[in-house]
């Protein structure tokens, strides 16, 4: 997996890229 990290900017991948989403998920307001 590949993306870009939404703090720096710079690309990011594997694990990191994973975590990230985990947090974006996670950390989402949804309106219910």
């Known amino acids: 997996m590949r993306g870009m990290s939404s703090e720096t900017g ?3 991948s594997g694990i990191e890229h994973l975590k ?3 947090v974006d998920i996670l ?3 949804t309106m219910l």
């Open 10 to 12: 710079k690309r990011i």
């Open 20 to 22: 990230q989403s985990i």
């Open 27 to 29: 950390t989402t307001t």
